[in-house]
């Protein structure tokens, strides 16, 4: 079992739609991020928190410690949305560990 | 203020030869990590670097090794290329080991024929 698991690894909606992906971690953490990954690879820091709730613009991250769970979601989704979104945990000062990947679709 | 530069951003190579790939890190940052990503995985983390010294290491082979210059640039160098090596290289820079705020470059993706 993956120390990071996403759900669901592949979404397809249509523009308008309102997007939920989800991330549950077995280990201890100190910070989790949420990365967005376009075609080509390059990878954009969303989101990294330690507690509650972040909002910029149409997204919105969650995480609740306790139950060791975090969401990301999208409102108004939007073509441009398309990318994969990944949620990564800091374990420790130096690593990062990394869920697979949500591929997500948004048609217009 | 820059962010990170990885290069060469594509290249091919042949089982058992060695690779060096390059990362420079933004101004400020002194760390920079290094994370393999085979196609339709996440990425896992190979090792750390930070202040020229190797700073935590994930689970990869010896022949995965790195350096990191006075400048906090840093170099992945992978030997004796494996077709299982083929990926996408990620480096990212931070301004301190654990810091949460990260920055990744666009990365290097190499394909072992």
């Known amino acids: 079992k993956n120390e990071v698991e996403q759900s669901p690894q592949n979404l397809t909606a249509q523009e308008g739609e309102f997007i939920t992906i989800n991330c549950s971690y077995s280990?201890?953490?100190?910070?989790l991020h949420w990365l967005q990954q376009h075609p080509g690879g390059g990878i954009v820091s969303l989101f990294m928190l330690s507690s509650g709730k972040k909002k910029h613009g149409r997204l919105i991250a969650t995480i609740n410690i306790q139950e060791k769970h975090s969401s990301l979601h999208i409102t108004a989704s939007h073509p441009r949305d398309s990318a994969v979104y990944i949620c990564?945990?800091?374990?420790?000062?130096?690593?990062?560990?990394f869920g697979q990947g949500t591929r997500l679709t948004i048609n217009p | 203020e820059t962010g990170v530069t990885q290069s060469p951003t594509h290249l091919i190579k042949t089982r058992g030869q060695q690779v060096t790939l390059r990362c420079s890190s933004q101004?400020?940052?002194?760390?920079v990590s290094w994370y393999q990503q085979a196609l339709g995985q996440g990425p896992q983390f190979i090792f750390q670097?930070?202040?020229?010294?190797?700073?935590g290491r994930g689970n990869f082979p010896p022949r995965f090794s790195g350096l990191q210059f006075p400048n906090y640039s840093s170099e992945l160098n992978v030997n004796a290329l494996e077709l299982d090596d083929s990926a996408l290289y990620l480096c990212?820079?931070?301004?301190?080991?654990?810091?949460?705020?990260?920055?990744f470059g666009a990365g290097s993706r190499l394909t072992v024929l």
């Open positions: 990564a945990v800091h374990q420790g000062a130096q690593k990062l560990v």
């Open positions: 990212a820079s931070s301004f301190a080991p654990g810091a949460n705020v990260l920055t």
């Open positions: 280990v201890g953490i100190s910070a």
């Open positions: 101004s400020g940052h002194n760390t």
């Open positions: 670097y930070y202040r020229e010294e190797e700073n």
